[in-house]
């Protein structure tokens, strides 16, 4: 990892440990509703990290602390966690250490039921069709699958949208470009969601006129 990549990784830890901080703040704040809106705000941005971190062999210690045993943690009866909420929690862990076991140092993936997540569907998250691919799935806020999802973050941060790229979200703009170099160099220049919906609007558009 460059110093460049390093300094960009940090930067991302950094956003979750604030989502972290602002979260349990709430959590042990004043008000009766448990704060959602706030652990949704974390679990993007644990999103953004790990997909920044993935397939390197080491994590953040303090990001690897604060989420490890995150579930546990929300069991406690004193903040009345919804089930919905726990699940999230299950998936932030998972999510964290699929690929880095923090308590071994080796690159371990653990055993994930998602049947667990039946019964109280994460925040966002739900069974559907995926308008992007067409299966179905678990899809999330936009209605497409993860790996439609993916495939429409790379095509925006090739494209330089960084309004509506999550994972650029609070960077500053040498850092989008550290990122969108990487997607070049990994997954290449051609657009993989993006032109594809043109085509299909493209196509529709003619059948119209006939």
């Keep these: 990892m460059t110093y460049p990549e390093r300094e960009l990784a940090d930067a991302m830890a950094t956003l979750v440990l604030a989502a972290y901080s602002k979260f349990d703040a709430r959590l042990h704040g004043k008000g009766k509703l448990f704060p959602e809106e706030e652990l949704f705000e974390l679990w993007q ?57 923090a308590s071994s140092g080796e690159g371990e993936s653990p055993e994930v039921d998602d049947r667990s997540l039946d019964d109280d569907e994460a925040f966002g998250v739900y069974e559907g069709v995926c308008a992007g691919c067409g299966g179905i799935s678990q ?22 949208d960084w309004v509506h790229s999550v994972t650029a979200f609070r960077l500053n703009d040498e850092q989008r470009e550290l990122m969108r170099r990487q997607v070049v160099k990994e997954y290449g220049r051609d657009f993989e969601f993006i032109a594809v919906a043109k085509d299909v609007r493209f196509h529709s558009k003619g059948r119209k006129r006939k």
């Design 139 to 160: 899809v999330g806020d936009l209605g497409l699958c993860e790996e439609c999802g993916a495939k429409l973050e790379r095509d925006l941060l090739r494209n330089r």
């Design 45 to 101: 941005a644990l999103q953004q990290y790990c997909g920044l971190m993935k397939g390197l062999d080491w994590i953040h210690r303090d990001v690897a602390r604060e989420i490890s045993g995150f579930r546990e943690y929300l069991q406690l009866q004193e903040f009345g966690t919804p089930g919905k909420a726990l699940a999230l929690a299950d998936r932030m862990e998972c999510l964290l250490f699929s690929d880095y076991d």
